[in-house]
């Protein structure tokens, strides 16, 4: 292709009203800009560790670390630095509306930012920008950075000894500016999006700790489900079940105390090469969820699944054929078990305690099959588990939401920082 129909087919892809820029195709009316055409920057550094007393203990001014990015707006720091600390090392405090983005700090931290909703100092690992309020949002800028976290990654993995990115490379970022008042129509936007995240995040914290509450006192008999609560028959009838003492503490007068080993049988998996594995509709599990489909399966019964090595605490639970690797234990529980109420008890215990290596965390069968657990009856099992279960269901429902609802954000994101979507504003003056 000649150049001339190189440039013809080029001038063809741009649509009218936008131009073709090194950053990609933009709104004609939108700048191109370094940061450092726009905005001033500032360091921090960390008051001597040695002078603790001094620098940090009774701190009020906040002082933010890598750790302390959320990528979002930052009210506290984890910690604090004292009027000392600020007249003798140096440290300055960084003004409301200032980005920060993470130079170093580890490979998956670098690129993190956060905006000031206060002043506050800093520490050595990070940059701060103080955009000049007529050209560029602070929360546009925000959302810009977020967006892009993959560019600073490449940055910093390109070709130096130790992941970093510099001051240098963040004033020499190039970015996309439309008008100022649509810049803030953006970051509106955007951060209507975060406001909608925080509440749906903050609300599946609340179900989670309702859920791990209601374990707490269904699982241990602490509180009874109604029908399970009185005497149905008997000379006590009507009357409310009390409690006996048992190798477990207090529990409930008709549960038992007994081995995991009476009511399920601990079995590990198989190597996976033992497996056909192409076009299988069984999935082979490891400690780390699903790795495969096999042709075949190992057991075809409800399970409770835990870590033979490695992730030892995270016990799982699954209901059709499955097929594990060799460093997954699955359960035979017997038939007047409920497998779901076990899974919640093995949720309860933590079994780093039963680790029997000094490498790899790992567990033994026959140790797992000793361990004591308190049963009730299975009706009273399986009504447990249904209402647990019920309250997983629900929790899923709002991760999935929450899942979604992210994915909006980000298409919008990809809509908005590059003008292929243009919100209405006003006019400039």
């Known amino acids: 292709m000649s150049e001339a129909a190189a440039m013809a087919t080029e001038k063809q892809a741009v649509p009218q009203g936008y131009k073709q820029t090194e950053v990609g195709v933009i709104p004609e009316d939108w700048e191109l800009k370094s940061l450092s055409d726009v905005c001033s920057f500032g360091g921090g550094t960390t008051p001597a560790r040695a002078q603790n007393e001094r620098y940090f203990v009774g701190g009020t001014h906040n002082w933010i670390k890598t750790t302390d990015l ?25 003004p409301e509306g200032t980005v920060l983005v993470a130079m170093y700090g580890g490979f998956n931290q670098i690129g993190r930012t956060g905006v000031l909703t206060r002043p506050a100092a800093i520490n050595q ?105 009185t005497h149905t028959d008997g000379e006590h009838k009507g009357q409310p079940k009390g409690m006996k003492p048992s190798e477990l503490g207090e529990i409930p007068e008709d549960w038992e105390v007994v081995t995991f ?34 042709n075949t399966y190992l057991y075809d019964k409800p399970s409770v699944l835990i870590g033979r090595k490695g992730t030892i605490n995270s016990p799982k639970y699954i209901e059709t054929p499955f097929w594990t690797v060799d460093t ?17 008890k093995f949720c309860m215990i933590d079994w780093m305690q039963y680790n029997e290596a000094s490498g790899v965390p790992s567990l033994n069968a026959r140790t797992i099959e000793k361990v004591l657990a308190s049963l009730p009856e299975q009706e009273e099992q399986t009504a447990i588990a249904n209402i647990l279960s019920d309250m997983d269901v629900e929790i899923q429902a709002f991760e999935q939401r929450l899942a979604k609802t992210r994915q909006i954000k980000q298409g919008m994101m990809q809509e908005l920082l590059t003008g292929k979507t243009r919100l209405p504003v006003e006019a400039e003056d």
């Open 70 to 94: 959320n990528n979002s707006k930052l009210y506290e720091s984890e910690e604090k630095v004292t009027d000392v600390a600020l007249v003798e090392t140096g440290l300055k405090k960084h």
């Open 125 to 229: 690992a990070l940059v701060a920008i103080k955009p000049n309020s007529k050209n560029l949002d602070s929360y546009y800028l925000l959302s810009e950075l977020n967006y892009n976290v993959d560019y600073w990654k490449g940055v910093a993995s390109s070709s130096r000894k130790d992941p970093n990115i510099t001051s240098n490379d963040v004033k020499n970022y190039r970015i996309a500016l439309p008008p100022i008042k649509e810049q803030t129509a953006i970051a509106n936007a955007l951060s209507d999006m975060d406001t909608l995240l925080t509440e749906l995040e903050q609300l599946i914290a609340k179900k989670q700790a309702i859920k791990t509450a209601t374990m707490q006192q269904l699982l241990t008999g602490k509180t009874r489900l109604p029908q399970f609560a």
């Open 261 to 294: 080993g009476k009511v399920l049988t601990i079995k590990h998996g198989k190597n996976q090469k033992e497996v056909e594995s192409e076009n299988g509709n069984y999935p082979i599990l490891a400690t780390g969820g699903q790795i495969g489909n096999a």
């Open 328 to 344: 997954l234990f699955y359960s035979e529980i017997s038939k007047d078990t409920n497998a779901k109420f076990i899974f919640y």
